[in-house]
């Protein structure tokens, strides 16, 4: 039904044409207006009859802010004025769009249409919101959506704070006219990178992974009898794609709804990111589920060797084709700021894993900083003794004689051997083997009568048992478990290794390790790299 206030109108002007045409006399002048009258009256007759669908297609509407247009502020509403037909209150008034809510899929729907919509964002954060959603319903063309389809609309995250004279200030600098008092911007990671040095490190990576044609990437240019459409390659980068695709990265979210349908409509193969290199793992995910691999696996972690046990995380593991992991062809990416150790990339080479880290510098090698890892791999209960004992600076005496009743000067004269011995903090320390008999065990029980700290150890006894029943004698704190050494929280490796990590007083020297395990030369290069020396007893 044609609206009444635009009826209305239409008669006004009918009414003031008439009061024209009386103001001329001559029939000349009469026949002119009269003529003029029936124009007017056709064109006003072609305006009521225009149907609904010659409408402009919603898709292709513009908000003017988009277009970086000024939006004059509307005059202010008194609680007297009445809503106007064609508005609606604002759906969601808190500072985070709820969610994640399911939305089924009408005819003529497209996601631009829902945000805005249903949700109140203008295109800026529709654009902006819009790759997470395709990423989140596995989505590749916002065009064409299935009527009945459940798309579920995550929560959409917005940093809000105050803002003045009540405005809502959208991501862009553009104010919203009385909308909540609230200042709404995407949060996005702090970096040390310039956009500039961010852009160079991306396209270095990237052209590893995905090498462009011979002739080099070309710039989005497109060409019809309509139009002609150009984008600027340095503001709008082109990337390459699995199966002759491009992707094309408009950074600042700046690029009109109606420009992206145009695109999409002309050249499908071309897929569009909004995401800035400055934003490292949101971008390099953005760019890695357009890319069209055949699979991408978001943190990836991978173990070699059970003890010591080397871990291996990433922030991406990419499977290119399905044939990328009997070719030994995978990839592993990290948006991280510090590398792999040199010695864990060639590892991973050899392994057929190829490493990018775009963001990373290296780290530097901490040279013997975090203390001492002490090797003892003998399994000779005296040998791992000897070795136990040098660690502590403990000179022993081997096979020595120790008269029990030397002090007592009764007349008796027994002596006792002693296969170690050794003084420390004032206490005198026995080491020696049981062998099972009665009266051995009788003699060692007598030592520890006249005050000697007796360590028996028993043919079966292994290192572990060997170094808990001498730390235990000498005081010096050790649990046996397996333990992390190094590096610090964060990075994208750890190490674990089974052994005694010691602690309190008495130590030559803060954070000593013993293990009995064999460690092989990358296993090495880690502790090194993270600051340990390494013995060998």
């Not at 001559?26 to 207006?33: G, W, Y």
């Not at 991973?348 to 530097?364: D, I, M, N, Q």
């Not at 028993?458 to 808990?468: G, S």
């Not at 046996?480 to 190490?495: C, D, I, K, Q, T």
């Amino acid at each position: 039904m044609f609206p009444l206030d635009r009826i209305s109108r239409i008669i006004t002007l009918i009414s003031r044409i008439s009061a024209l045409a009386k103001l001329f006399s001559d029939k000349n002048t009469q026949k002119v207006t009269s003529n003029l009258l029936i124009l007017f009256l056709g064109l006003i007759a072609a305006l009521v009859a225009l149907p609904a669908y010659a409408a402009m297609d919603p898709n292709y509407e513009l908000d003017p802010q988009a277009l970086g247009v000024a939006v004059s502020p509307a005059r202010k509403k008194s609680k007297s004025d009445k809503q106007s037909v064609g508005s609606r209150p604002l759906k969601h008034t808190d500072a985070r769009v709820p969610g994640p809510n399911e939305y089924v899929v009408k005819s003529g729907d497209n996601l631009f249409k829902i945000l805005m919509r249903d949700y109140n964002l203008s295109n800026n954060e529709a654009v902006t919101f819009i790759e997470l959603i395709c990423r989140e319903n596995n989505i590749t063309d916002i065009r064409h959506l299935k009527v009945g389809k459940k798309i579920i609309i995550p929560p959409l995250q917005r940093k809000a704070s105050k803002a003045s004279k009540g405005g809502q200030q959208l991501q862009g600098g553009t104010a919203r006219p009385g909308s909540g008092g609230h200042t709404f911007r995407l949060e996005s990671p702090e970096t040390t990178f310039s956009e500039l040095e961010a852009n160079l490190q991306i396209r270095k990576t990237w052209d590893k992974m995905m090498p462009p044609p011979a002739s080099g990437q070309l710039p989005v240019m497109i060409q019809s009898p309509l139009f002609s459409l150009a984008l600027d390659p340095h503001r709008y980068p082109v990337y390459a794609a699995m199966g002759n695709g491009r992707i094309l990265v408009d950074k600042d979210a700046s690029i009109p709804p109606l420009v992206k349908n145009l695109i999409a409509e002309k050249d499908p193969s071309l897929r569009i990111v909004t995401e800035s290199p400055l934003n490292g793992r949101r971008f390099l995910s953005a760019m890695l589920a357009s890319a069209g691999f055949y699979s991408v696996e978001e943190n990836f972690s991978m173990d070699f060797g059970s003890d010591p046990k080397l871990t291996v995380r990433s922030d991406f593991k990419v499977e290119k084709t399905p044939e990328s992991i009997i070719k030994q062809d995978l990839v592993l990416i990290n948006s991280g700021r510090t590398q792999y150790p040199s010695v864990i990339s060639e590892f991973l080479k050899k392994e057929g894993l190829t490493v990018y880290e775009p963001f990373a510098s290296h780290r530097p090698v901490l040279a013997g900083t975090s203390g001492q890892v002490c090797q003892i791999t003998s399994r000779k209960l005296s040998e791992i003794v000897d070795g136990l004992l040098a660690l502590f600076s403990i000179t022993p005496d081997k096979d020595k004689r120790l008269d029990v009743f030397a002090n007592d000067n009764n007349g008796i004269s027994l002596s006792v051997k002693a296969e170690r011995y050794f003084e420390r903090g004032g206490q005198r320390h026995v080491v020696t083997r049981f062998d099972g008999d009665p009266i051995t065990y009788t003699l060692y029980r007598l030592l520890e009568s006249k005050g000697y700290q007796v360590i028996i150890l028993e043919a079966q006894d292994d290192f572990r048992k060997v170094t808990e029943k001498l730390l235990s004698r000498i005081r010096i704190n050790g649990t046996y478990a397996s333990h992390r050494l190094g590096p610090v929280e964060g990075v994208n490796y750890s190490l674990r290794m089974s052994g005694f990590k010691l602690e309190g007083a008495g130590l030559p020297t803060a954070g000593i390790f013993l293990t009995n395990l064999e460690m092989d030369p990358v296993i090495r290069d880690l502790l090194t790299e993270n600051g340990y020396s390494i013995t060998v007893r």
